[in-house]
């Protein structure tokens, strides 16, 4: 029997000639990823070995994004403790305020991860390099730890899930309305421990950040992972950010998928996940009037320049609705700095929207856009957990961009107008 694409890249990290769905592993790393919540907790661990430093200091990125600029003195100490441990080990990728970007849209943008990579990662979102043709996954802070000292991790090889998109969605339809869509059809348990592999004909219309979306994702229906092929936008966008070499790994014919799902893109129309779960989805036609106290554009999820773009065409010359907060969130400062040359910053804030530097914020119920009890925000991020954005007795929707930026105006859950 043939390997699906995620098998073929471990089989390779493994050094062996093919693995099996449910076989435990042992698998060379390529990226160790930690951030300002997760790395104090694997520095206390590795603190503990016997073995002292890091396997590669050019392979471990440390990337100070949940809490900063620094909310509080926990946050500081978290942050002094990752600062000082990448000071002390000599680790090249270390990220904080002022070159930070959030860690899933930072490090693709940098060029850590190409094609082929093997990557763990202290944050449950990690399965976003999949985008890339990369095998990428989260993992606790423990397993960062050992990854950090050894430059290995243990794996149970994932069996596979085959998504077939096809035709070309309409516009204003991104990756999140595919992600939230698929979540929707299959559940947040649907792809317990899976590869999420995506195929056909329709990935020629995703952009690159359509993609990032979608793998960021793959954890929010329980899959280990998820996984688009390279194609011609993946090779161009790694020759434009990365110089590191890449390695193509494609799916055999008779590769075995648990379930295959066919997804006519076409067919789409926006999407919304409703409280208290990812999904709870709803199409655009299906909302009804959902009043709204915030908007949140940003995140690891829809934080990048095609989704500031989007967000900027729909609130250009209008303004966010009275009583509702609008919170603008570039996910990087190269995000930041390019949206500030197209002039979407200037559009945001003449509509009366909060620009922030990039961070995870709000995301988490960091900072920068608490909810209080009985608020509801519209959000772009991936989670709409109970209290996850705030007070415990608040509701969150997650949208896309399009559908975010069109709500802030209207004071209500709201699609863009074609």
Known sequence: MGMTMTQKILAAAAGLSEVKAGQLIEAKLDLVLGNDVTSPVAIGEMKKMKKKGV??????????????????????????????FAAENGITHFYETGEVGIEHALLPEKGLVVAGDVVIGADSHTCTYGALGAFSTGVGSTDMAAGMATGEAWFKV??????????????????????????????VDGALYK?????????????????F??????????????????????????????????????ADADAEYEETYTIDLSALRPTVAFPHLPENTRTIDEVGDIPINQVVIGSCTNGRIKDMRI???????????KGVRCIVIPATQAV??????????????????????????????????????????????NRNFVGRMGHVDSEIYLASPAV???????????????
Not at 311 to 320: D, L, N, S
């Open 55 to 84: 396997f590669d200091r050019e392979k471990i990125a440390l990337v100070c994004d949940h809490f900063t600029p620094n909310k509080d003195i926990k946050s500081a100490q978290l942050c002094k403790c990752t600062r000082e």
């Open 158 to 187: 994932p069996g596979a899930l085959k998504f077939v998109l096809t035709g070309k969605p309409a516009p204003w339809i991104s990756g999140k309305d595919v992600i939230l869509h698929i979540i929707g059809m299959i559940g």
């Open 195 to 211: 590869s999420m592999e995506f195929t056909g004909d329709g990935i020629q219309y995703l952009s690159m950040d359509d993609r």
């Open 213 to 250: 979306a979608m793998t960021n994702m793959a954890i929010e229906a329980g899959g280990k992972n998820g996984i688009f092929p390279v194609d011609e936008k993946t090779i161009e966008y790694m020759k434009e950010h990365s110089a590191k070499e890449y390695r193509i790994f494609e």
């Open 311 to 321: 967000a900027a065409k729909i609130m250009e010359g209008k303004h966010v609705a």
């Open 336 to 381: 930041y700095l390019q949206a500030l040359e197209e002039g979407l910053l200037a559009t945001f804030i003449k509509a009366g929207a909060a620009v922030s530097t990039p961070t995870c914020g709000p995301c988490l119920g960091g900072h920068m856009g608490i909810l209080a009890e009985g608020e509801r925000a519209v959000s772009t991020t």
């Open 404 to 418: 975010a930026a069109a709500s802030a105006i209207a004071g209500k859950i709201a699609g863009p107008q074609d």
